[in-house]
């Protein structure tokens, strides 16, 4: 099982890994990147089953945490600053909690270290059940899944990873692969942990993934946390307001470095 991701690095400074979350690739927090270039060298990363990075079977927390890990050694730093948003928010935390050492700081983007119910199964039905055979362009993709209950601006991500084949079309992300995983994605295995270094948790006030119930867990795993909400946010933050989101995140980097950035 290969655990290179693929990834593209800019800027110079403290390193930054930036993780996104399930579906999507390493495009999705660009925005967010090219507000840190200008103080900090941003590594933007697929993760496994994702984009060009490797296809594995089965993936877990600990797995990619350690691909994470592997991905510092690759870069040459001892530590670096990790955010994520959603199931990139966990492989961030489960990182930090498995691997302090390496972590300077993490920021998880509308995510708790808690398991949470099953909610993708009618995505993972639309996308299975679409043909790949050449019998249908984007334009019948698109139909199909939203005929099937997904909706246009979630359809329209999820098509980002369809992709012309010598034959018909496939999926850029590995799908066998998620499923199988599905239950390790939702898990959260990590409970009598803990990462004491500096920790910021992003909400979007219209989203249901961090709510006051996910309080505790959150401070008993990450107890020198700063807990931020977004209002007209969903779980989109970083796409839905993406002005107040980089800042929030730019000045909590800044922050640990008061004599760098004042």
Known sequence: MSTQLNYQTHGVGEDVILV??????????????????SDYRVTRVDVPNHGQSPHW???????????????????GTTKAHLIGHSMGGKIVLATALLHPERVSSVVAADIAPVPYAPRHQRVFAALTSLPLDGSIDRKDALNHLLARGVDEATSQFLLKSFRRAETGFSWRMNLNGLIASYDEIIGWPFNHRHYSGPTLFIRGDESDYVTASHKDAILSQFPKVQLKSIGGAGHWLHAQKPGIFNRLVKNFLDSQHPELHG
Request: glycine share 6%.
């Open 20 to 37: 996104h979350g399930l579906f999507g690739d390493l495009d999705n927090l660009k925005a967010l990147a090219q507000t840190l270039e």
């Open 57 to 75: 079977d089965k993936m877990d927390y600990p797995s990619l945490a350690a691909s994470l890990v592997a991905l510092l050694d690759e870069l």
